[in-house]
T-cell receptor
Framework: AQTVTQSQPEMSVQEAETVTLSCTYDTSESNYYLFWYKQPPSRQMILVIRQEAYKQQNATENRFSVNFQKAAKSFSLKISDSQLGDTAMYFCALHSTEGSGDKLTFGTGTRLAVRP | NAGVMQNPRHLVRRRGQEARLRCSPMKGHSHVYWYRQLPEEGLKFMVYLQKENIIDESGMPKERFSAEFPKEGPSILRIQQVVRGDSAAYFC?????????????FGDGTRLSIL
């Protein structure tokens, strides 16, 4: 079974500062994908960034980057130059093709507040 | 709008009624997924469908819930005889194919409230 753990229910950061959100996971698969999704107050689910487990290089998307530590099964999200629009719930997700499946397993989320 | 379309955005039902949630995938996507989000929780997988086939329904409650993705038209998540515990946000996602290299794109969700 796949599990995803986000141990920080809430985080706060000053505008323009940097913040890191933590995520750990467990899977028996050798190749898999990890994602960060953002859910703003409008409650849409927006894909922020994706990491392929067999790639050692950490993914980056503009102000968003990840620190992927495969041996430690850790996948943290770093947001640089935080903006007010970054205020949202952030969910870490693990993609699994276990069995006949093709699904995402989500963590419980981290609520990020960006202070002006 | 070429994104995943879900309707209605909000649905209110009384206990015992039926709820039907619709999802039209992105153009070119033939894989549909339904997730449920209870208040203050993450999304939980319910079911994965391709056209006319249910591939994985391991997350679906055994009773009252069903899903379909017909050859023509949107995917439907159907909840019969709704109860208060069914109140949640239901998200649909679609992808072009299987595997994490084909990311799932989400709709805006349907908020189901049971009176």
């Amino acid at each position: 079974a796949q599990t995803v753990t986000q141990s920080q229910p809430e985080m706060s950061v000053q505008e323009a500062e940097t913040v890191t959100l933590s995520c750990t996971y467990d899977t028996s698969e050798s190749n898999y994908y990890l994602f960060w999704y953002k859910q703003p107050p409008s409650r849409q689910m927006i894909l922020v960034i994706r990491q392929e487990a067999y790639k050692q290089q950490n993914a980056t998307e503009n102000r968003f980057s990840v620190n992927f530590q495969k041996a430690a099964k850790s996948f943290s999200l770093k947001i640089s130059d935080s903006q007010l629009g970054d205020t949202a719930m952030y969910f870490c997700a693990l993609h699994s093709t276990e069995g006949s499946g093709d699904k995402l397993t989500f963590g419980t989320g981290t609520r990020l507040a960006v202070r002006p | 709008n070429a994104g995943v379309m879900q309707n209605p955005r909000h649905l209110v039902r009384r206990r015992g009624q039926e709820a039907r949630l619709r999802c039209s995938p992105m153009k070119g996507h033939s894989h549909v997924y339904w997730y449920r989000q209870l208040p203050e929780e993450g999304l939980k997988f319910m079911v994965y469908l391709q056209k006319e086939n249910i591939i994985d329904e391991s997350g679906m409650p055994k009773e009252r819930f069903s899903a379909e993705f017909p050859k023509e038209g949107p995917s439907i998540l159907r909840i019969q005889q709704v109860v208060r515990g069914d109140s949640a946000a239901y998200f649909c996602a679609s992808s072009r194919g299987t595997g994490g290299h084909q990311p799932q794109h989400f709709g805006d969700g349907t908020r189901l409230s049971i009176l």
